[in-house]
Nanobody
Framework: QVQLVESGGGLVQPGGSLRLSCAAS????????MRWYHQAPGKQRELVAS???????DYADSVKGRFTISGDNTKNTVYLQMNSLKPDDTAVYYC?????????????WGQGIQVTVSS
């Protein structure tokens, strides 16, 4: 079994910054990709940023130039640095990972963490 645990969310004023972390643990052989999604109230879950082994990061248009995704393979952890935050960034942020475990690839999700941008 594999667990993803997010941290770093909270309340921040517009223009502020937050750094989210997502740590994967458990029976992990290899992680191929890690992604951040967000889901605002009444809206569908949307991909925010992704990073894969040997690949270049990819971002939703709405966060390009403001958010940076990075990973630490030694810790099986992915980060999302969020700068110049806007009220529209308010959402629950979810971490997702494509993990090789038990001989097969699985997609795992974290429990989600709230980010609120408000004055």
């Amino acid at each position: 079994q594999v667990q993803l645990v997010e941290s770093g969310g909270g309340l921040v004023q517009p223009g502020g910054s937050l750094r989210l972390s997502c740590a994967a643990s458990g029976s992990i052989v290899r992680i191929n990709a890690m992604r951040w999604y967000h889901q605002a109230p009444g809206k569908q879950r949307e991909l925010v940023a992704s990073i894969s082994t040997g690949g270049t990061p990819d971002y939703a248009d709405s966060v390009k130039g403001r958010f940076t995704i990075s990973g630490d393979n030694t810790k099986n952890t992915v980060y999302l640095q969020m700068n110049s935050l806007k009220p529209d960034d308010t959402a629950v942020y979810y971490c997702n990972a494509l993990v090789l475990s038990g001989g097969t690839w699985h997609s795992y999700w974290g429990q989600g963490i709230q980010v609120t941008v408000s004055s």
